[in-house]
């Protein structure tokens, strides 16, 4: 049985309204002459990233065609336009998946493989540079995170890279760059913070797990240090979500709403997620929903399958929520957050028909690493009920 387990974090954590007015000194701790910022067209439109490049000394060159789904066609256009610019420090401003495409394209700059090549666990050969990741969502949790997902331009799946070495040297995270964050990103990206933080503090016992000879695992399995990064992103979801959703210019909800998110996020990317993230990969990549879309759809029910092996922590939940210290008020108060921020409630609100069930069931139950990371066992035909009880 494992004794031990591990934490990773960021080398540093800027947090606070109006960080961002410290890229600038942030930048030049690394004596950057040459600085390659990763965007989209949303946030140029605001001038978000004309702002960030006026605090930068020395060079910029600015990407800001990044999309909600970007491939690993779009990380090679990435690689040559860092190769042809050779910043000397990058930066990643934007939700997960501007994060995600800047990790991709860095690592695989480092490594001079081809971008299918990163998938999985640890094949990341070394440092991937300087990267500093502002997150102007609350959701993912990227900017502390040791993974990127994308979708893989040979299957169109998505696909996801773990390694140490995809977690910024520096996150920056600005409250106020989530004020013109829409309502309905707003609301998706809550419910990604909050299933980060439930399924972190669900997974299986760190001492369940079989050690790695060669390192660390991939995922510890819930630690200790795993639950408190959990507990308070569920406490602040709870407390700020609807807030931030109904109210958009609360400030102090983006705060709380931005660290659930930066604390889920050293929860899942420690412990690891499992059943609804293994559910969302086939259901987000065939109905083209987002992750907080589909992780909502599913999780209720995830936590009822779990309910029998992890009864006392799922009522734990329901008293970080604010509710009955209960399992099933921890579970209606789940439903009651995601109907509160108009998301959709089952999976035919996506477009998902009754016959395409059981391929997703087949796909999610082939991803072992999430699988291994349940606290109960979990078949193929366990995954094909709650999709059943999703619909």
């Excluded at 080398?11 to 600085?35: C, E, H, T």
Aim: proline residues 6%.
């Amino acid at each position: 049985m494992r004794t031990t387990w591990n934490s990773f974090a960021n080398s540093r954590l800027l947090f606070g309204p109006g960080s961002l007015d410290l890229l600038g000194q942030v930048v030049g701790q690394f004596q950057a002459k040459r600085v390659m910022i990763f965007s989209d067209p949303i946030l140029e439109s605001l001038g978000v990233l004309k702002r960030a490049a006026k605090l930068i000394t020395g060079k910029t060159y600015i990407f800001s065609d990044g999309e909600a789904e970007p491939s690993t066609d779009m990380v090679r256009r990435c690689i040559a336009l860092h190769q042809d610019f050779k910043p000397d420090v990058v930066v990643a401003i934007g939700g997960g998946s501007n994060m995600d495409l800047a990790k991709m394209t860095c690592a695989a700059v480092s490594s001079g493989k081809e971008p299918e090549s990163l998938f999985g666990f640890d094949q990341i050969p070394g440092p991937i540079g300087p990267l500093i990741c502002i997150p102007t969502t609350a959701g993912t949790g990227s900017e502390s995170s040791a993974s990127a997902v994308v979708l893989n331009s040979c299957d169109g799946k998505k696909a996801a890279a773990l390694s140490s070495r995809l977690r910024p040297e520096v996150a920056i995270i600005d409250p106020e760059l989530a004020l013109t964050c829409p309502p309905k990103l707003t609301a998706e990206s809550g419910i990604d913070a909050l299933t980060h933080a439930i399924e972190a503090y669900l997974a299986v016992e760190f001492y369940r797990l079989k050690e790695f000879e060669s390192g660390p695992r991939p995922y510890e399995g819930n630690h200790p240090l795993g639950d408190l990064y959990a507990e308070k992103a569920i406490r602040l979801v709870g407390k700020h979500l609807i807030e931030a959703t109904k109210n958009p210019q609360n400030i102090e909800a983006r705060a709380g709403m931005a660290l659930a998110a930066n604390l889920g996020g050293l929860a899942f990317s420690n412990c690891g997620v499992t059943l609804a993230h293994a559910l969302e990969y086939p259901i987000g990549s065939r109905y083209e929903c987002s992750h907080g879309i589909g992780n909502g759809i599913v999780l209720p029910g995830v936590m009822r399958y779990m309910r029998p092996v992890r009864e006392s922590r799922i009522a734990k939940i329901g008293e970080f929520l604010g509710v009955t210290d209960s399992a099933d008020e921890a579970i209606n108060e789940v439903i009651r957050l995601r109907e509160e921020c108009g998301l959709p409630d089952c999976l035919s609100a996506v477009g998902a028909r009754r016959e395409d069930l059981p391929s997703l069931a087949a796909t999610a139950f082939s991803l072992k690493r999430l699988m291994e990371l349940s606290p109960a066992e979990v078949s193929e035909s366990d995954l094909l009920d709650i999709l059943k009880e999703s619909f």
